[in-house]
T-cell receptor, first 112, second 111 residues
Framework: TQLLEQSPQFLSIQEGENLTVYCNSS?????LQWYRQEPGEGPVLLVT?????EVKKLKRLTFQFGDARKDSSLHITAAQPGDTGLYLC????????????FGAGTQVVVTP | SQTIHQWPATLVQPVGSPLSLECTVE??????LYWYRQAAGRGLQLLFY??????ISSEVPQNLSASRPQDRQFILSSKKLLLSDSGFYLC??????????FGPGTRLTVT
């Protein structure tokens, strides 16, 4: 059973368009991370959100943690081909002995 | 700064052969270490994690085992590979449990 549900599974857009990826759960997490992974490489940590309602911006990427700390979203403004990749969310609970729960990922393709 | 290495980068092995994948971390002490497997274009499945030398926890019963002979070394092994062991294997480390940093991965193909 996937504790974290990501949607959509696949997203293909043109350069310059906006996109939003969602990460939802029925569980409460202490923190939530977003990673981006390119083909044949390991995931790279983009951001960690900790506080309910928190919003973090990383250039054209905006991350939000839900008020109840059960969900998160990633919004990309004016997407570029370099944004192409697999976006993974991962949730952490303090009683999990350092383990993360990963979503299944959203594959984003941005075409020129 | 911290770095994490995995080798080999790619591996093609016949069914029934042994396996040894190695992961080493530099620039940090007493990290938590993790082995994951990833199906093509999908999420990560946690296989093993370790909070210290000789301390290994298994998440999924399977054909694989892990060992941590040194503080910053994590090894994934198998005595006899199965076709279903094919995949992309990732090693990760963390000091703060919720921020994990991944190695470049090993692509394993069992033929």
């Amino acid at each position: 059973t996937q504790l974290l549900e990501q949607s959509p599974q696949f997203l293909s857009i043109q350069e310059g368009e906006n996109l939003t990826v969602y990460c939802n759960s029925s569980s409460v997490f202490s923190s939530l991370q977003w990673y981006r992974q390119e083909p044949g490489e390991g995931p790279v940590l983009l951001v960690t959100v900790v506080t309910g309602g928190e919003v973090k911006k990383l250039k054209r990427l905006t991350f939000q943690f839900g008020d109840a700390r059960k969900d998160s979203s990633l919004h990309i403004t004016a997407a570029q081909p370099g944004d192409t990749g697999l976006y993974l969310c991962a949730g952490y609970k303090t009683d999990s002995w350092g383990k993360l729960q990963f979503g299944a990922g959203t594959q984003v393709v941005v075409t020129p | 700064s911290q770095t994490i290495h995995q080798w080999p980068a790619t591996l093609v092995q016949p069914v029934g052969s042994p396996l040894s994948l190695e992961c080493t971390v530099e620039g940090t002490s007493n990290p938590n270490l993790y082995w994951y497997r990833q199906a093509a274009g999908r999420g990560l499945q946690l296989l093993f994690y370790s909070v210290g030398i000789g301390q290994i926890s298994s998440e999924v019963p399977q054909n694989l085992s892990a060992s941590r002979p040194q503080d910053r070394q994590f090894i994934l092994s198998s005595k006899k590979l199965l076709l279903s062991d094919s995949g992309f294997y990732l090693c990760a480390w963390s000091v703060i449990g919720y921020e994990q940093y991944f190695g470049p991965g090993t692509r394993l193909t069992v033929t």
